[in-house]
């Protein structure tokens, strides 16, 4: 559709949802480049602008007139001034370049260990660390855009605690109920594709059994999936 007709599309339900949440929500909103631009204008109207992540998504088709789109924005809003932002849930870990170290000798914000120098990083809203869902990852479906779990691992691990609600509207093949389930949150989705459901319920169902999230491991987040 066009970007009017996104806009009109988006604002006719994302104005229902405001009543929904919590005083200190987050609101996450996934979009392709084009769309992307109605976005904060539409969002703008009932919540509060923090950020825009990008990201990376490695399967972007080729095209023989234009750039190879392999790019995907999530912009992250608020309902307040007051929300939950936990940083040290989503610090990603990354070689050292420059390993400094202090007047004593001992290392300076890093550590070594078996893959060399590391340090624990605040993560920016530039993300080069996901891997599209690819035939042999378990959390794999057929759905044509299926987020990763280690991408929504980090929305919902930044922006709630266990015990938390987490909502997606559009839940597609379950990935936000799958990594609400792993966390330890509760979730609410909506889905009216029954083939989707479908796949939902079969990983909520192998959760059950595997709670790992590819590239995510004790809490701490690898720069690719293991």
């Keep these: 559709m066009s970007n009017d007709g996104y ?50 998504r490695e399967k972007g088709r080729g095209a023989l007139k234009n750039w190879k789109n392999c790019l995907e924005d999530i912009w992250f809003f608020t309902k307040s001034k007051n929300y939950k932002f936990n940083i040290d849930a989503v610090k990603v870990l990354r070689p050292v370049l420059a390993p400094y170290k202090d007047a ?18 605040y993560p920016s809203n530039i993300w080069t660390d996901i891997s599209v869902p690819f035939w042999s990852m378990a959390e794999n479906t057929p759905h044509p855009t299926q987020k990763p779990e280690k991408l929504i691992a980090k929305l919902i691990l930044a922006s709630s605690d266990e015990g938390d609600v987490v909502f997606d509207p559009f839940l597609g093949s379950g990935t936000t109920a799958v990594v609400a389930k792993k966390l330890k949150r509760h979730f609410i989705g909506i889905e009216k594709e029954k083939e989707y459901v479908a796949y939902a319920l079969k990983r909520l169902a192998m959760a059950e059994k595997n709670p790992d999230i590819q590239g995510v491991k004790n809490g701490i987040f690898y720069l690719r999936n293991m």
């Excluded at 229902?16 to 480049?33: E, F, G, P, Q």
């Excluded at 004593?104 to 550590?111: L, Q, T, V």
């Design 7 to 56: 806009a009109l599309w988006l604002d006719s339900w994302l104005k229902k949802t405001v009543r929904l949440l919590k005083s200190n929500a987050s609101i996450y909103i996934c979009t392709d480049w084009k769309s992307s631009i109605s976005v904060p204008m539409v969002a703008g109207k009932y919540f509060l602008l923090q950020n825009r992540i990008s990201w990376e």
């Design 104 to 121: 004593k000798g001992s290392p300076k914000d890093w550590f070594q260990d078996k893959d060399g120098k590391m340090r624990l990083t």
